[in-house]
């Protein structure tokens, strides 16, 4: 039931920009937030999770402990009309203002609880094997064989990479520092060899890559890019406003090309820049205060507009260490590592989130 008086804004995905987004609007709207978890997961936090159980603690939060006068509602979105969100569960959700946050695909567990038992069966099959297979060298598998190889030392780590160099989207010396950082923990790098990912299975301990060789490791781990949570867009008011690789096209403004009241932020938008937390919480500051100008009544033309920056990028290297490429400047090493590593920015999540660090 939308407050007396206040304008409702349904906020579609509870990811780190939809959380921060629905958090942010509570004084001004009747906010709703859809999403299928219960909880908002601080998703860089997840490889130091894996290894350390414990740390998913602080960096799971359940929605209704952020959120104080927000509905929460526990379910998926299935299609958009001009006036409401139909959800999978069988709901209507009536909106003034729409915030789409879907992201990308993050097939995780829908409570928080089963969430925190992924994290301990993961750890359990990092501690049982001898031999570990990472397979994409983008930040998740690299940050993956950092922790793993920081903090169990005498495993044997293998990173197998389509691509001919990690991290391709910072610099090459950037990449180059991360590859040497690895090797010197003994991380073995294959480059350009792919595993097909349709003949993994928990039991089978050797892997073939693309180009014949044959990996032999006790488990393995995926760590390639997740498509976009976009999918569900196409047969609704929006298939029109999505690019031809499933991107939502937005304004400046980040109201969705078309619409007026509709806004998009995070990964499922086509601004052209490194899809990343950070940059998904600056988009919802942003939309936040577009929405608080139009619910008391300013004209379009004076919303904020949006615009990019340098690609900085920091790559946490196990607990102490880390990759920084910054304007003008590539670190590795300790300083970048007390930037991110030791809490990888969860207690300065918490804290935006209204919570105890």
Request: glycine share 8%; charged share 25%.
């Amino acid at each position: 039931m939308a407050e007396a008086g206040k304008p409702r804004v349904v906020v579609v995905g509870g990811g780190i920009g939809g959380a921060l987004l629905a958090k942010t609007m509570e004084p001004d709207a009747d906010v709703v937030l859809l999403d299928p978890k219960d909880y908002l997961e601080i998703t860089w936090a997840e490889l130091r999770s894996m290894v350390e159980p414990s740390f998913a603690e602080r960096s799971l939060i359940y929605h209704r402990d952020y959120l104080t006068t927000a509905t929460i509602v526990t379910s998926s979105a299935v299609n958009i009309t001009e006036h409401a969100v139909l959800t999978a569960d069988g709901q209507s959700l009536a909106y003034d203002y729409l915030v789409v946050a879907t992201g990308h695909v993050f097939a995780s567990a829908g409570s928080r609880t089963e969430r925190l038992a992924e994290f301990q069966r993961d750890n359990g099959k990092i501690e049982s094997s001898e031999s570990v297979l990472i397979i994409g060298g983008g930040p998740t598998g690299v940050e993956l064989a950092a922790e793993i190889a920081v903090d169990y030392p005498e495993k044997k780590v293998t990173l197998a990479h389509r691509g001919s160099r990690l991290l391709d989207f910072v610099d090459q010396k950037a990449s180059k520092k991360c590859l040497d950082w690895l090797t010197s923990k003994k991380v073995d790098v294959l480059f350009q060899q792919s595993v097909d990912l349709k003949s993994l299975s928990d039991t089978e301990k050797f892997y073939k890559t693309s180009a014949g060789e044959t990996i032999t490791a006790d488990c393995h781990f995926v760590c390639i890019g997740k498509p976009l949570s976009s999918s569900w867009l196409h047969d609704t008011i929006l298939k029109e406003s999505l690019d031809t690789k499933g991107r939502v096209m937005v304004e400046k403004d980040l109201r969705v090309k078309g619409y007026n009241n509709i806004f998009a932020i995070g990964d499922i938008t086509d601004i052209p820049e490194i899809k990343q937390g950070y940059l998904a919480q600056k988009h919802a500051l942003l939309v936040a205060k577009n929405l608080k100008l139009l619910i008391k009544g300013s004209p379009p033309s004076k919303l904020a507009t949006y615009s990019t920056g340098f690609p900085l990028a920091i790559v946490s290297l196990g607990r102490k260490e880390g990759l920084a490429q910054l304007p003008y400047l590539t670190l590795t090493g300790c300083i970048p590592g007390m930037l991110k590593s030791k809490d990888l920015f969860v207690g300065k999540t918490r804290k935006q989130m209204g919570l105890n660090a």
